[in-house]
């Protein structure tokens, strides 16, 4: 009993993130950890003893890790063991991703049942901070939630090069994401070479990235890079839909007769082109479906070359072995007695989503409402869905905030859990799951910091910003009727609505139906304010990220017009100033999936500066909204801000 009141303690002192006994900032946390104040030296060199049948590469791995932190390997008999095994059990753990990680007196000792297990140990193993050779004792003991643990990357839209993929396939593989689903052809461009179909990756046959495609040399170089790191490349040829690129190329429709030999022959190319892939995504969602047996056909062929079959869902007649992934609807848990099998991406699509509400919207996801792994449900795919045109491919990482979602996802698919239902905003200060997310976010910026500080990783600390809102004060339709409170923000007539500590803070989400905002029963013709009080210990410019209106990657929705934040004239004072938009690049500009986006939102252009005084300074944001209906299906209306201090 005082052994597992001790582990508890333990447990729960990670889980608020203290400093004290040596333990580290790992993402994803482990499932358990008892952390020691001792240390192990290793100064003066280990031992090395490695199983037989652990990987090449995870050796490798460790003689990195030791390096790194001036481990130097020698024969000496009385020195520490750092030691490898594949064990036939292990107790507490059923995964063979699972593993054990023991570090004391004796050395550091890596278990599992299967090398992705070691592997996984490792990464663990390479977050901690060492000092000087000195590793902390601890015991973990650690398995995944789900054993499918995705991320869809979209080149079809917009080309990237194979280097950046590898950095992600790197990033995937550090966090312990074990499937890269990688959609390659589009309406836009087919991006894979044919040698028998030479001119489906011609530059006329593409409409973006002209020209820009991977060869079978590319493909299978990230095949073996994926498998190195244990990760299933899962590539996607959406059938019938999104193939207006296949179609400009052989001048018929897929699902025609003639269209179904092409592609039939494009795939057994695919499948003689890489023998070792034995999944493939055959998409199926956003098409008119006007020959019936299309579908049935094709995935009988596809099962016919030896590949398990992944559709959309819902899309077209998918066939009962094919693999359902998730991507329209609200929150909803599978049915217990269904015999499909499923994987989730319904609100997982970071190109949706504002950068810093990724963060918070991620971190509270309970897949498909549940726990766990279940026999129907596997796990998740986060997806990345830049539609619109970018000027280079490295916009895509400062417009939708990749990394931290992909680290935030990391986190939650790996240890399962999670909330109910869709929120946009943190829960109340004082509940359990604000701690909890006050102390990821405290590890995901160490990692920023540690790992991150030469890519794109758009986030800034938010567990710190309390706001404050009032209202509704009714505006009768006038968006810039004025209200008392823009005189005297802290007269005792003002009444607070309701507090809300988080960077981006949306009243009522343009998901409303499935996404909860702040504002309980919003009503339109209304208008509420946002204050809070920034502390400065001295006379200064200060850089903060400010947005109103967050533009989605997917939509083509136009850009505000000039001297408007944004189309609902949202305000912003600091000390009673107020604080003018943006000169923006192209004002009022239409919407153009074609038009790359260059500074509507604050995530990609320059902070904006403000001066601010010694002492406490005031920040108002003025909040109106007229109907919630957007001009149209590509500018919904967003009743949002976003307000944080710049780091």
């Known amino acids: 009993m005082l052994n597992n009141f001790r582990y508890c303690l333990a447990f729960f002192t990670l889980l608020l993130g203290l400093n004290s006994h040596g333990q580290q900032a790992l993402i994803p946390l482990p499932k358990k950890a008892v952390w020691s104040e001792n240390q192990l030296d290793l100064s003066h060199g280990a031992r090395l003893s490695v199983d037989g049948t652990v990987g090449k590469n995870e050796v490798t791995l460790l003689e990195e890790i030791l390096r790194k932190n001036d481990v130097t390997i020698k024969r000496k008999r009385n020195l520490p063991v ?32 299967d090398t992705k297990g ?66 390659f052809t589009e309406d836009i461009a087919w991006r894979l070479e044919s040698k028998k179909y030479t001119g489906i990756t011609a530059a006329e046959n593409m409409t973006r990235w002209a020209g820009k495609y991977y060869s ?114 609200g929150p909803e848990a599978i049915d217990p007695t269904s015999t499909l099998q499923y994987l989730d991406s319904k609100h997982l699509y970071i190109n949706h989503m504002d950068p810093l509400e990724t963060v918070t919207t991620l971190f509270f996801r309970k897949f498909a409402e549940q726990e766990k792994q279940s026999r129907q449900l596997s796990g998740a795919i986060l997806c990345s869905w830049p539609d619109r045109a970018v000027e280079k491919p490295e916009d895509m990482f400062l417009q939708s905030a990749i990394y931290p979602a992909i680290l935030t ?100 989400h343009w998901w ?69 938009p943006p000169a923006w690049e192209h004002p009022g500009r239409k919407g153009n999936l074609e038009s790359p986006l260059v500074d509507e939102g604050y995530s990609y252009r320059e902070p904006t500066e403000i001066s601010l005084k010694v002492g406490w300074n005031t920040v108002l944001i003025k909040l109106p909204i007229g109907n919630f209906n957007g001009k149209d299906w590509q500018n919904p209306t967003k009743w949002m801000f976003t307000f944080i201090p710049y780091q």
């Open 82 to 113: 750092i030691s490898l095994y594949i064990v036939p059990a292990l107790n507490g753990i059923d995964s063979t991703e699972g593993y054990t990680l023991d570090i004391g007196p004796k050395g550091i000792c890596i278990k599992a049942l």
């Open 118 to 183: 070691i592997f996984y140990g490792l990464q663990i193993l390479a977050q901690f901070e060492i000092n000087k050779s000195h590793f902390p004792y601890v015991s973990i003991l650690d398995e995944p939630a789900y054993s499918t643990r995705g991320y869809l990357v979209d080149v079809g839209r917009n080309y990237q090069p194979v280097s950046m993929l590898k950095e992600q396939i790197d990033v995937m593989a550090k966090y312990k994401l074990n499937v890269l689903h990688f959609h």
């Open 216 to 329: 079978l040399e590319d493909f299978n170089d990230l095949i073996d890079y994926c498998e190195k790191r244990h990760i299933l490349f899962l590539p996607e040829i959406d059938m019938p839909g999104h193939s207006a690129a296949f179609s400009r190329y052989f001048k018929v429709n897929m699902q025609s007769e003639k269209g179904i030999l092409y592609i039939q022959d494009l795939l057994k190319e695919f499948a003689e082109s890489f023998p070792s892939l034995k999944h493939l995504h055959i998409g199926g969602d956003e098409v008119k479906i006007t020959n019936k047996s299309f579908m049935p056909l094709i995935t009988r062929y596809v099962d016919s070359l030896g590949f398990k079959t992944y559709g959309w869902e819902p899309g077209s007649n998918l066939q009962a072995e094919t693999v359902r992934q998730l991507w329209m609807g």
């Open 409 to 508: 996802f990391a986190e939650r698919i790996w240890r399962g859990g999670g909330e109910s239902g869709w929120k946009a905003n943190l829960p109340n200060k004082n509940t359990v799951g604000f701690s909890e997310f006050k102390e990821f976010e405290n590890r995901l910026l160490a990692h920023k910091n540690k790992y991150f500080s030469n890519l794109p990783f758009p986030y800034q600390k938010q567990s710190e910003m309390h706001w404050e809102l009032i209202g509704p004060y009714h505006n009768q339709g006038e968006l810039e009727k004025t209200f008392a409170i823009e005189q005297d923000l802290y007269s005792d007539d003002v009444k607070v609505y309701k507090q809300q500590i988080v960077g981006t803070i949306i009243l009522r």
């Open 512 to 580: 409303d139906s499935i996404v909860a905002g702040i504002i309980d029963d919003p009503k339109p013709n209304t208008t509420f304010y946002a204050r809070t009080r920034i502390w400065s210990d001295r006379n200064q410019v200060k850089k903060f990220w400010i947005g109103f209106a967050n533009l989605s990657r997917s939509y083509a929705s136009d850009t505000p017009k000039e001297g408007t934040w944004d189309d609902l004239h949202s305000r912003l004072w600091v000390n009673g100033k107020i604080i003018p």
